[in-house]
């Protein structure tokens, strides 16, 4: 079963942020937080992944909270193609591969 | 665009055939993970492979099996296919041996079983 939980579905106004909550409150220490988000009947892609300290790139921002059981993952200017399903995934690096388990996302809709 | 490219991209097969669908990783990856995503649910881990061997597993039965071939490119097979196999199939392929490395994801291939 995955280990985060996340809203099924959320609006955004075109321009405006999104800001995306996941929860993870039985993330383990060596944890970390990783966001995908799949268009329609494409491959996931890859957003960004943070352990413990905010994280920024030039696709979006994650917050994580001090005790690590929630993060939020922020689209500073929301576009049509940013309408997609996102997914918050907690894993252990170095474990020999790459072992994910995905919950259902949340499928973001912006609108114009 | 990621490196990873899978082929067929779409395939239609009858209950009861076999299946063979092929990855191959990003330049520099030596592992691959595979995955079955049903209609309007979320990627579901199938195996894994690194330095040619499976070395995880999720709730898929035997006849679901891989190989991954010495250029660390993968294949996946299915036997005896039901109807509820049809899906997108994606593989993934990551680096070992890095921290928190991040997996790239293929455009997968959707299977229909009829």
Redesign the interface.
Known sequence: DAKTTQPTSMDCAEGRAANLPCNHSTISGNEYVYWYRQIHSQGPQYIIHGLKNNETNEMASLIITEDRKSSTLILPHATLRDTAVYYCIVRVSGTGGFKTIFGAGTRLFVKA | E?G?TQSPTHLIKTRGQQVTLRCSSQSGHN?V?W?QQALG?????IF???REEE??RGNFPPRFSGLQFPNYSSELNVNALELDDSA?Y?C?S?L?????????????T?LTVV
């Open positions: 990621t990873v592992t993970s995955y649910q979320g990627p579901q881990f894994q492979y690194y070395n995880g997108l994606l993934a990551s070992v041996g890095g921290m928190n490395t991040e997996a790239f994801f293929g455009q997968g959707r």
